[in-house]
């Protein structure tokens, strides 16, 4: 059988402490991603940045690098560069453009999304209008979006777009190719295909911008999507501008590195290939984060 996970990363991981149940604590994802020679995991909090407890948690973890992020929801102050630079300088390495405060989330979710009920728990009884990263009535980037992505830009390091909407995704990439920007990822865009069109995905790509395709959409208690969809994306856009990671740490999931394994099984029988898996898996994570050999 092959190994899969011998080298691999992934961008995109939920880990405890958490504000909600999680499969385990960023310790124990990084002792069992170290088991199965992974070469490094991103872990995520939607409402806090993770970085501190990625510094800690490398320090079980031999051959495994564990970094963390920033998600810029309401609680850490949404678009504020200050928050940014201040997760970067203690060791992140993504920074999420807001997920589940976002305005094309929250306004998902009123629609009958699957994310409503994530949104619900998230919010605590305290409902938002939600962030949105364009000016009224215009297809332009906030000011602030932008210095965000100047930030990213200057130190080097990956701008995810979140859960915000196609329009703003546009929006960021066209500033990343006029910048020469070249580590904006676009994350699960597999989770909202009824608005990430065909021609949406080929721009995006076209662009420069990098498609994270997550394991999560096809769980059971979210979007339940067939994996043969995801391979016609790879197809589409071909493998130089994909990444694959889990977007697992849910109680009712596998473990995140198994979760990535099973994942790139299933991807080889539906026609992509091990070679384009391994691009996917390690060689484009790897330059996003720094890690080229």
Request: net charge negative; with cysteine; hydrophobic share 40%.
């Amino acid at each position: 059988m092959k190994d899969y996970l011998d080298g691999a990363i992934d961008l995109h991981i939920h880990i405890g402490p958490d504000d909600s149940p999680r499969y385990y604590d960023s310790i124990d994802l990084a002792r069992d991603a170290s088991n199965r020679k992974m070469k490094a995991v991103v872990i995520k909090d939607h409402l806090s940045s993770s970085a501190s407890k990625a510094v800690l948690s490398t320090k079980v973890s031999p051959g495994t690098l564990v970094f963390g992020a920033i998600a810029l929801n309401e609680t850490v102050g949404g678009l504020n560069p200050r928050s940014v630079v201040s997760a970067i300088r203690t060791g992140a390495k993504v920074v999420w453009m807001p997920t589940v405060d976002a305005a094309f989330c929250v306004e998902k979710g009123r629609q009958g999304h699957w994310i409503k009920e994530y949104i619900h728990k998230k919010s605590f009884g305290y409902s938002t209008p939600g962030i949105s990263l364009l000016t009224a009535d215009s297809p332009d980037l906030k000011s602030e979006a932008a210095e965000i992505m100047n930030i990213c830009n200057r130190e080097n390091v990956i701008l995810s777009t979140g859960h915000v909407g196609p329009r703003e995704c546009l929006a960021l990439a066209r500033m990343a190719r006029q910048t020469g920007f070249d580590k904006l990822v676009i994350c699960h865009p597999n989770a909202w295909l009824e608005d990430f069109t065909v021609p949406i995905l080929k721009e995006l790509a076209d662009l420069g911008a990098f498609l994270e395709l997550t394991f999560g959409a096809c769980s059971p208690l979210h979007d339940r999507l067939d994996p043969h969809r995801i391979a016609e994306i790879i197809r589409l856009v071909t493998p130089s501008r994909c990444v694959l990671s889990t977007d697992y740490g849910q109680v009712e999931c596998a473990p995140p590195p198994e979760g990535l394994r099973i994942y790139c099984a299933i991807l080889s029988k539906c026609g992509i290939s091990d070679e384009e898996i391994t691009m996917m898996t390690k060689t484009n994570p790897a330059r996003l984060l720094g890690l080229e050999a």
